[in-house]
């Protein structure tokens, strides 16, 4: 049961009074405090973030002339120099804002605490709540907008950012990821100049193939790993987004972020309330890692749906028979996994049609029923295979997409995202299309698909969800004509009602967010996932730089690291199985690869680094991340380690990157490890050769991290998994 706390104007003066203003609000979480300022009848104001401090030292922010005193959501038109947050038109076709703090309320749960600020303008029934929530449990403070009004007619919102962050001036520089398909979450590493910094993303349907919805902000120079000040913010939006940085000539850059407004003006009825996507926001003096482990202890603590649970090793069928499924090559894969230790099979694209069977990519989705041709004994025939071999069976789906070939169109071809009076454009295939999801009839069709699917098969125990196209022709047949604008915001809406709908029936099931591969890894969308697949490039060498830049904000847990084949199928790079084992470990490690074609000797390896990794797994899923050596830092090595909360067990990863005669290689010096501790190193993995002088030798926690070790990364894609167990 929620509390709620009232704070009135009289209560804030009393209850604040070793504060140097009235109205002075102190949000704290473990390690980090947030001070705005909300006078009755003033202008809610932005005073500090950072370091936490006690109610005593806030007036010490104003002594020491700290207070920032921006305005903490800045609105458009009485003040038009500057960028805002807000910008609106009343229905008199006036665009000015003047707000005022009406009141402030603050709630509480088990879960964390909310500060909720009321703001009025001083002629029109509008109304701004900028709510602040602040974790019990982690070192995160949510912020989010919530708006409404009781004018006349409606008021068009033209810019509506989540919320506004003032950064002191002072050698600071971003961190964010870029990238492209099969190439996701590449490092950007960039100091902040004079003009205006956009990160952002239109692709409507995904949002992280290319741009990301997050970035760490380092204020004191060039970005340091486990040193230096670094705010970290993260958009839990899996929509059209943008993170605005402007510097001007003030002493301050101005960060936005929120729903990009791009083709999204909003009309805003009369007491309809539009709440904008939270921001999350975290601090640390300890570097990126440190922002990095404040994220991950979040995301697991919640906002990954069951970030606490262990994740299954699985197999995938899509780089083994791609759509060639059948019953027979489905038992054998099953059969083999199972094998080699594996806990879950999933069966890939290709599995389902009726009338349009699905033997490549362009047709049939929309009509999820067995292609009986390829599955006899459907899908209800491989769950029981998948028993007899004792592990789980999952599937592959894409609910949010059709096909012009196939009975879901022909049916319904007022179901898609088109413009009226324009042909649609198809996508993947030449004849894939996006369902729009602002329709309800469209999300009741979506549930009904995987409630069938898991009413007729409820031992189903993961689900792979596709998205493989984004939209185009931008137009809806069910949104009326003066609220076309609201489609790229009512998709997700639209979406988020679905799983919440599923995840009410289906809590146990694990739900991969698959979207051409990375598209989908943000934190809008993982309330409801268990789990992202980083990118449809499942090579080793490349999957280091990726997972190197997805770890800035996502957890091991999260994180779908496969062991592709070799070749592999991306880009024909040759690898030994070892090094591609020893990469996907460091995330939720499965296979992606066709494990007849593996050699005896390759399934005894694979079988020996299954069962090796299910003794580190809580360590991997569960740990502290630190981020040794970077691949970004061309050193010819990458490196990286796992430590448990209690620090008595640790993981450690080394990776050879780059390869030439003479070369030099760094020591390696570990991280987050009790210095006064003793630990045993025992390699993992590790082929029929010499053994590592370290081998089973003790060493204090001190040592490896000041001293660090020597490891011999003798020959091309070299790679070094080691345990670090306590002696007590």
Not at 26 to 32: E, F, K, R, V, Y
Not at 236 to 264: K, M, P, V
Request: proline share 4%; charged share 25%.
């Amino acid at each position: 049961m929620m509390k709620k706390i009232i704070v009135l104007c009289v209560y804030l003066v009393v209850t604040f009074s070793v504060f140097a203003k009235e109205g002075d609000l102190l949000i704290t979480t473990s390690n980090t405090s947030l001070v705005v300022s909300a006078p009755v009848g003033g202008e809610l104001q932005f005073i500090y973030y950072g370091d936490k401090i006690t109610p005593e030292e806030v007036t010490q922010i104003y002594d020491a002339g700290d207070a920032v005193r921006c305005p903490a959501y800045p609105v458009f038109g009485i003040e038009c120099s500057s960028e805002v947050a807000l910008q609106v038109q009343h229905g008199d076709g006036n665009l000015s804002l003047d707000m005022a703090v009406t009141g402030v309320s603050i709630d509480e749960d088990s879960e964390a605490v909310f500060t909720k600020i009321t703001m009025r303008d001083k002629v029109y029934p509008f109304e701004i709540e900028v709510i602040y929530k602040a974790y019990k449990n982690s070192d995160i403070i949510e912020t989010w907008s919530e708006i409404t009004h009781s004018e006349k007619n409606e008021v068009r919102l033209q810019q509506f950012a989540s919320s506004y962050l003032p950064i002191r001036k002072n050698d600071v520089w971003i961190s964010h990821l870029h990238g492209s398909w099969a190439n996701e979450g590449r490092v950007v590493t960039e100091p902040l100049q004079p003009g205006m910094k956009v990160i952002k993303n239109k692709d409507g349907v995904r949002n992280s193939h290319t741009d990301h919805a997050e970035v760490m902000i380092s204020l004191d120079g060039k970005p340091q790993e486990e040193t230096g000040r670094v705010i970290g913010a993260a958009l839990c939006w899996g929509g059209n987004f943008r993170l605005r940085f402007d510097t001007d000539d003030s002493n301050y850059h101005s960060f936005f972020a929120g729903i990009n407004e791009d083709a999204s003006e909003y009309v805003l009825e009369a007491n309809e309330v539009f709440v904008t996507p939270e921001l999350a926001l975290t601090y640390s003096k300890n570097g990126l890692g440190g922002v990095s482990r404040n994220f991950h202890q979040w995301a697991r603590n919640g906002k990954v749906y069951g970030g606490k649970k262990e994740r299954d090793i699985l197999l995938n069928s899509w780089e083994g028979v791609y759509f060639d499924i059948s019953e027979q090559g489905m038992d054998q894969m099953m059969g083999d996994i199972a094998d080699m230790g594996g806990e879950l099979f999933v069966m890939d694209d290709g599995w389902f049609g009726g009338k349009y069977p699905r033997k490549s990519d362009n047709s049939s989705l929309g009509d999820w029923v067995v292609d009986t041709n390829k599955l006899p004994n459907g899908i209800g025939g491989l769950v029981k295979i998948a028993e007899k071999y004792g592990i789980k069976f999952g599937i592959w789906v894409e609910p949010e997409m059709t096909n012009t070939v196939s009975e879901l169109y022909e049916k319904h071809p007022d179901w898609i995202v088109c413009q009226p009076n324009r042909e649609p454009r198809p996508g993947r295939g030449g004849t894939q299309l996006v369902l729009d999801l602002s329709n309800p009839e469209v999300q009741d069709f979506i549930y009904k698909t995987v409630d069938d699917l898991m009413t007729g098969n409820p031992d189903i125990a993961y689900i792979k969800w596709d998205a493989n196209m984004n939209i185009v022709n931008y137009g809806s047949s069910y949104l009326p004509a003066n609220k076309q604008s609201h489609l790229y915001i009512d998709y997700h809406r639209g979406f988020y009602q679905v799983m919440q709908r599923i995840r009410a029936k289906y809590p146990d099931l694990v739900i991969q967010a698959c979207a051409s591969g990375g598209g989908r890894a943000n934190y809008g969308v993982l309330p409801y996932f268990d789990e992202f697949w980083v990118s449809d490039n499942t090579e080793a060498l490349q999957r280091i730089y990726m997972q190197w830049g997805i770890s800035y904000f996502f957890p091991a847990v999260a994180m779908a690291s496969h062991v592709g084949s070799s070749p592999n199928h991306q880009t024909e790079r040759l690898m030994p199985l070892k090094f591609r084992f020893d990469v996907a470990m460091t995330g939720r490690l499965g296979m992606e690869m066709q494990p007849k074609d593996m050699t005896d000797e390759e399934k005894i390896f694979a079988r020996k680094a299954i069962n090796n990794y299910k003794e580190i797994r809580p360590v991997v899923q569960q740990g502290d991340l630190y981020r040794l050596i970077s691949p970004y830092d061309n050193k010819g090595v990458a490196s990286l380690m796992y430590c448990a909360p209690e620090k008595d067990r640790a993981v450690f990863f080394a990776f050879k990157i780059e390869h030439y005669h003479g070369q030099v290689l760094p020591r390696f010096q570990m991280s987050g490890l009790d210095a006064n501790k003793q630990y045993r190193i025992v390699e993992l993995n590790a082929e029929n050769k010499e053994a590592l002088s370290i081998e089973k030798q003790v060493f204090s926690g001190g040592f490896l991290m000041s001293s660090g070790i020597e490891l011999p990364l003798k020959h091309e894609y070299s790679s070094r998994v080691l345990e670090l167990v306590e002696v007590r």
